[in-house]
């Protein structure tokens, strides 16, 4: 069985520094064709949201892409989006219902590795028909990624920024995606060459994908994550990182920004302050807490 812990801790340090990258919607504008073409369909499908799919489909994008919530885990984007759905009158309406998330939230809060091959080992020791249904969900979403998602290449300035961040520091993807399609996405365009290793949802929380592979090895100011999700943020503020944004809506002008200053700023130590406070605020403006409806 493979040992993705160990993978982490045994990680070798041949730089000072050290970045991690998210991949959906920061690395490869892909967030936008997986949610809109692969989870929301089957989410609609699987919840029985058919009857009021307009509202639902508003639902899950707002979870997952427009708003602080983007870039969650799948699991805790369905309890999110339960928790909405609860609350629209247009949804309850037409006939739909939100589904009990009792058991979701008890192994939301007991596992880390929140990935289909966790869920099954779950429930293999515990019946929970709401949990089946979301795994029998996050398979289908699974095989729809596969069949859908090919030929996204990485944003413009991306390739720019690995090749010359690699030259002095340690590069790694930090994400929630299943490893499968993370291995397979930065292979197909001829990427995976310039990180030391893949951590995806196997691996753990994005969190504990840094912590992991950095402990004892580098300086906290020496630490960058580089991400398009305030969950990126909080998983480089556990571990006490520096955090650059990729902005949503302006991701060109974000790894722009990475290649001709950030970077820059990091190697020389002057990242952390008002430079790192501006980029920030302007991240934080751009995703909104609460839903317009």
Known sequence: ???????????EKKHEFFIGFDSDGCVFD?????HKECFCPAFIKHYNMQPASKYAREVWEFVNLYSKMRGCNRFWAIYHSMKLIAQRPEILARGCAPVDTADLEK???MESKLGNPALESYLEKVDSPT????????????????????GVPPLPGVKEVLASASQQADLIVVSQTPLEALVREWAENKMDHFVNLICGQEHGTKAEHIHYSTEGKYA?????????APGDYKA??????????IIPGREEYSWNELLNNGLKKFFNREFQGSYQQKLLDD??????????W
């Open 131 to 150: 949990l089946r249904q979301a795994l029998e969900w996050s398979k289908e979403v699974n095989a729809r990624v596969k069949d859908m998602v090919h």
């Open 220 to 228: 906290p100011e020496c630490i960058l994550m580089v991400g398009d």
């Open 236 to 245: 480089a503020e556990k571990n006490g990182a520096l955090f650059f944004p």
């Open 107 to 109: 192994w939301l809060a």
């Open 30 to 34: 892909s967030m936008e064709v997986k």
């Open 283 to 292: 991240f934080n403006r751009s995703l909104p807490e609460n839903p317009a």
């Open 1 to 11: 069985m493979r040992d993705y812990l160990n993978e982490m801790k045994t990680l």
